[in-house]
Structures are given as structure tokens and as C-alpha cells.
């Protein structure tokens, strides 16, 4: 609506901006355009596929140690018995943290079993049947 202004300032968006700008340039600066966007866009593409496999071969490498650790826990548990986190993180070399966040994963899967004494908590073999 006129405010009783003959020139007033509109803002206008950027991307309008560049419609305005595609629409009045020639054919062949369009298609020029369109070709190295969709370079653009296949190379960002390409890039992201690369990070994907990075990621898959670091997720692939951790889930080995993961697997190759809980191993070893299984092996230690049969020997002695029953462990409890920090038993099992001085036998390996890995934080109490760390042994405890296996021993649990092992214990929701079934492999294991939790007895507690006190503030302390013991991982046997057994499980759910």
C-alpha cells in the first residue's frame, strides 16, 4: 500500500535477486551456470561418500577391539569365576569405565550375570537361558 512516499525501500531477497539475474542473462551463461552447479553438487556428493567410508572403516575398527575385548572377558570370567570392573580393567588395560561398559553390554545380552556385595558388583557366566 502507498504510504504518500513517492520512492520507498522494499527489502528484497537474495534469492529473487538472482532469478532477476538468471533471467536476464544469455542461454548459454544459464546452461554454464547449471553445468558447474551440478559439478559443484557431484563433487559435495562425492565427499560425503568419502566420509561415510571413513567413518564405516573407524566404526569397523572399534567394533573389532570391541568384540576382541569382550572376548577376552568371557575368557577371564570362565578362569576365575566371577570379576568385577575393576578386575576386569586391570586385567585388560582399559579404564574401570570402559570394563564396566562391557561387562554391562555382555550382561544385557545375556552372557553374563551380576551378583553385588556392598558397592560392589560381580559379572559371572550364565545368564538368561
Do not use: W
Not at 532469478?19 to 542473462?25: E, F, I, S, T
Not at 554454464?32 to 566420509?51: F, L, N, P
Not at 588395560?93 to 551378583?115: F, H, P, V
Request: glycine letters at 6%; aromatic letters at 4%; charged letters at 35%.
Amino acid at each position: 500500500m502507498p504510504t504518500g512516499r513517492p520512492f520507498e525501500r522494499v527489502a528484497v531477497d537474495k534469492d529473487l535477486l538472482k532469478v532477476k539475474d538468471l533471467v536476464c542473462r544469455r542461454e548459454k551463461v544459464f546452461i554454464d551456470q547449471e553445468h558447474e552447479s551440478v559439478s559443484v553438487h557431484v563433487g559435495e556428493i562425492g565427499r560425503r561418500v568419502s566420509d561415510l567410508e571413513n567413518a564405516m572403516r573407524v566404526k569397523k575398527s572399534k567394533s573389532a577391539t570391541v568384540f576382541r575385548r569382550k572376548k577376552q572377558l568371557a575368557y577371564i570370567i570362565k578362569q576365575r569365576g566371577c570379576v568385577s570392573a575393576d578386575e576386569a580393567s586391570k586385567a585388560l588395560g582399559i579404564s574401570r569405565n570402559r570394563a564396566n561398559e562391557y561387562l554391562k553390554d555382555m550382561e544385557r545380552s545375556g552372557l553374563l550375570m551380576t551378583k553385588k556385595k556392598g558397592r560392589v558388583v560381580s559379572f559371572t557366566a550364565g545368564g538368561r537361558s
